[in-house]
C-alpha cells in the first residue's frame, strides 16, 4: 500500500463559509462552536481508543479489521502497538479514506485500506483471502472528519447542504428524503433513529414548509426544529435541540442499523480463536443490536426460555468481555465532548 494520489492537507478539514446565512442559523452554529469549545477545525481524535487497546490486545505480527476506518485514529494506535502487526481498514467514505492514508502511510503494506461498506465485510475477507483475524473494530456512527465539513450536511454547527452521505456515490440525500417523506414516514424515523419525543409536530412542520419552499440548508432545518419545540423543553435538554433530528434523518439516509446484526455476527465467525471484538456505538439503537446480537452468541442456545432441554444444538461462539457497555471517562469528555454518548462493548471468540 503507497501514499500515492494522497489529495494535499488530506488530514485537514476546509471549514466552508455561506455568508448569505439567516442571522437564526448564524446563532445556531455559533451555539454549538460553544458547545464544543470553540474548535473550528478540529484533528480527529479516536474515541475511547485506550479501552479500545485494553481489549483488543494487539499482538506483533497479527491481524486486525478497522471496520469503520474514520481519518484512521484507532488504527493509528493499533499498528503503533503491535510491531508487525498487519491493518485492513474500510469505509465506505472516499475522503475519510484518503485522510486515513495520510495518516498511515507511515505504516506502508502493513496497512490495506479500502472503500467498501462494513455490510461487506465477509465477502470482502473471502476476496482477500483472509479466513480468521485477530481483531475486529466497529466504531460506528459520524466522524470529526465529517461533522467538520459544512459542505457534508451531517451537523447544525456549520450552514451547509442537507446531504447526510457517507458515501457519495449514493443518490439519496437528506434533503431528498425530507421532500418526499410523508409525515408518517418522518414521524416514525425521528422516534426510531432519533427517539425524539416531538417527532410528529417535527414531521408536520417539515411537511408543511416543503410546501412553500424546500429544505435545502442544515441551518434551515435547525431553526425549524427549534422553532417547533417548546421552549421550556428546550432548557431540559443537555444538547442542542436539532441534535436527535439531525442523528435521525443521518441514520436514515446512510441505512446504518440495516445489516448490523448480521454484519456483527458474521464478524464473530471470522475471528480466530481468543480474537478479540469491540463495537463503540454512540446511541441507544445501535447499542441494542450490538448487546441483543453479542448476548445471542455467547448464550449459543436459540431455544425458548422455559424449554427444560436444548433442541438447537447451538452453541457459544463468544464469551463477553463487558458486561455492561464502558462509557469514557470524565477526562475524556471534557477532552472531547463528542465522546460523551459512546458506549464500548467487547468479546472474545472462544477456543472450540
Known amino acids: 500500500m503507497t501514499a500515492s494520489g494522497l489529495r494535499a492537507g488530506g488530514e485537514h478539514i476546509r471549514v466552508e463559509r455561506n455568508l448569505g446565512v439567516p442571522a437564526r442559523c448564524r446563532r445556531i452554529a455559533a451555539w454549538g462552536r460553544r458547545l464544543m469549545g470553540g474548535v473550528e477545525h478540529a484533528k480527529h481524535v479516536p474515541v475511547m481508543v485506550q479501552e479500545v487497546l485494553e481489549y483488543l490486545r494487539p499482538k506483533p505480527g497479527g491481524l486486525y479489521v478497522d471496520a469503520t476506518l474514520g481519518a484512521g485514529g484507532h488504527a493509528e494506535r493499533i499498528l503503533g502497538a503491535a510491531p508487525g502487526s498487519r491493518l485492513i481498514g474500510i469505509d465506505c467514505d472516499a475522503e475519510a479514506i484518503d485522510a486515513a492514508r495520510a495518516r498511515l502511510r507511515v505504516y506502508g503494506e502493513r496497512a490495506c485500506l479500502l ?6 465485510l465477509a465477502a470482502l475477507l473471502t476476496e482477500l483471502g483472509v479466513t480468521s483475524v485477530d481483531g475486529l473494530l466497529f466504531d460506528l456512527g459520524v466522524s470529526s472528519l465529517q461533522l467538520e465539513a459544512a459542505g457534508r450536511g451531517f451537523s447544525f454547527l456549520r450552514d451547509g447542504p442537507l446531504d447526510m452521505r457517507f458515501d457519495a456515490r449514493q443518490e439519496l440525500t437528506a434533503a431528498q428524503l425530507l421532500a418526499t417523506a410523508t409525515v408518517e414516514e418522518l414521524t416514525r424515523l425521528l422516534r426510531v433513529h432519533g427517539e425524539e419525543r416531538w417527532a410528529a409536530r417535527i414531521a408536520k412542520a417539515v411537511v408543511q414548509r416543503r ?92 431455544c425458548p426460555p422455559r424449554q427444560p432441554v436444548c433442541t438447537c444444538g447451538g452453541k457459544p ?36
Open 317 to 352: 461462539l463468544i464469551t463477553l468481555l463487558t458486561r455492561r457497555p464502558r462509557r469514557p471517562s470524565a477526562g475524556e469528555v471534557a477532552a472531547n465532548p463528542r465522546a460523551r454518548s459512546a458506549r464500548l462493548r467487547a468479546a472474545e471468540r472462544l477456543a472450540t
Open 115 to 120: 472503500q467498501r461498506r462494513h455490510e461487506e
Open 211 to 302: 410546501g412553500a419552499r424546500p429544505l435545502r440548508r442544515t441551518g434551515e432545518l435547525a431553526a425549524l426544529v427549534g422553532s417547533v419545540v417548546p421552549r421550556r423543553f428546550q432548557s431540559l435538554r443537555r444538547h442542542h435541540v436539532a441534535t436527535q433530528t439531525f442523528q435521525a434523518l443521518r441514520v436514515a439516509v446512510n441505512r446504518e442499523l440495516c445489516g448490523l446484526a448480521a454484519t456483527l455476527r458474521a464478524a464473530c465467525r471470522v475471528l480466530g480463536p481468543q480474537g478479540r471484538l469491540c463495537v463503540i456505538s454512540f446511541h441507544s439503537g445501535e447499542d441494542r443490536i450490538v448487546k441483543e446480537v453479542l448476548r445471542e452468541l455467547a448464550r449459543g442456545c436459540v
